[in-house]
């Protein structure tokens, strides 16, 4: 009778975490834009991720407007096949517009934006570069200029 010792390597919870996330910088004529976005993922297995994430952006045009978005984004990522990754991502902004100029009639505004962006991407290694798609998209809350966005996604 013979026995083997078989050990099987189990990855802990913390090895499947890995962080990542966005900064994001606009300069233009009497405009600034930055925004932090720090996020982090759960490695089911290596097709399926899903994470969480914080957003902050702070905007600003010198006698306009200056705005403050604050919220957070749930994450799934799938990759059908390796170096093609598939994206969804709901985010809930919280936006905080002023605006400077007493003469403009614009009021100013506190609501809820949400967006809901479907993506694909190609991926090598920690990096992952496509494009995505705001479904929820509205011309006049939206925080983005377009319902199209590029993006690059960094997690490690």
């Known amino acids: 009778?013979?026995?083997?010792?078989?050990?099987?390597?189990?990855?802990?919870?913390?090895?499947?975490?890995?962080?990542?996330?966005?900064?994001?910088?606009?300069?233009?004529?009497?405009?600034?834009?930055?925004?932090?976005?720090?996020?982090?993922?759960?490695?089911?297995?290596?097709?399926?991720?899903?994470?969480?994430?914080?957003?902050?952006?702070?905007?600003?045009?010198?006698?306009?407007?200056?705005?403050?978005?604050?919220?957070?984004?749930?994450?799934?990522?799938?990759?059908?096949?390796?170096?093609?990754q598939l994206s969804a991502e709901y985010q809930q902004l919280h936006v905080n517009r002023k605006y400077d100029n007493d003469l403009i009639l614009y009021q100013d505004e506190k609501y809820w934006s949400p967006a809901l962006l479907l993506g694909i991407g190609y991926q090598t290694n920690h990096v992952t570069v496509g494009v995505r798609y705001d479904v929820l998209y509205d011309d006049y809350k939206s925080i983005y200029a377009s319902p199209w966005a590029p993006f690059i996604r960094v997690y490690f």
């Open 1 to 84: 009778m013979c026995f083997k010792n078989i050990s099987a390597q189990t990855a802990s919870f913390s090895d499947n975490i890995k962080f990542g996330g966005g900064i994001g910088l606009s300069f233009g004529s009497n405009f600034f834009s930055g925004t932090l976005e720090p996020s982090a993922i759960y490695q089911v297995n290596p097709q399926f991720a899903f994470g969480a994430g914080l957003n902050f952006t702070y905007n600003s045009q010198k006698d306009f407007y200056k705005s403050t978005i604050l919220g957070g984004t749930l994450t799934g990522l799938f990759n059908p096949i390796p170096n093609i």
